[in-house]
């Protein structure tokens, strides 16, 4: 059973810098297609970036496009997203979600594992 745990939330100034981790328990998150969601108060949950498993290919959601960033550190058990210049409307929880597939996964029915979510604020 793949158990997936994120972190790095908290609350930060628009324009501000977040980190994101995503660490597995009982998998080697090499070996999965990995999707970061997020979903803000009284919205649906929204796709925001996925990485792919066989060759890293990776995707954005066109509102973060050139400020998040997605990749898989030395572990090999570990993805991050990495936000810079974070808009109050990134304000959500941030949820991680796992694969095993090779393919660059789009869609939250896609990802089999799911965290419980991190929560992010962007605020002044």
């Known amino acids: 059973q793949v158990q997936l745990v994120e972190s790095g939330g908290g609350l930060v100034q628009p324009g501000g810098s977040l980190r994101l981790s995503c660490t597995a328990s009982?998998?080697?998150?090499?070996?999965?297609?990995i999707g970061w969601f997020r979903q803000a108060p009284g919205k649906d949950r929204e796709r925001v970036s996925s990485?792919?498993?066989?060759?890293?290919?990776?995707y954005y959601e066109d509102s973060v496009e050139g400020r998040f960033t997605i990749g898989r550190d030395s572990t090999g058990n570990t993805v991050y997203l990495q936000m810079d210049s974070l808009k109050p409307e990134d304000t959500a929880v941030y949820y991680c979600?796992?694969?095993?597939?090779?393919?660059?996964?789009?869609?939250?029915?896609?990802?089999?594992?799911w965290g419980q979510g991190t929560q992010v604020t962007v605020s002044s």
């Open positions: 979600a796992a694969a095993s597939s090779p393919r660059l996964l789009f869609r939250a029915y896609e990802y089999t594992y």
């Open positions: 009982g998998a080697t998150l090499d070996d999965y297609a």
């Open positions: 990485i792919a498993s066989t060759d890293d290919r990776t």
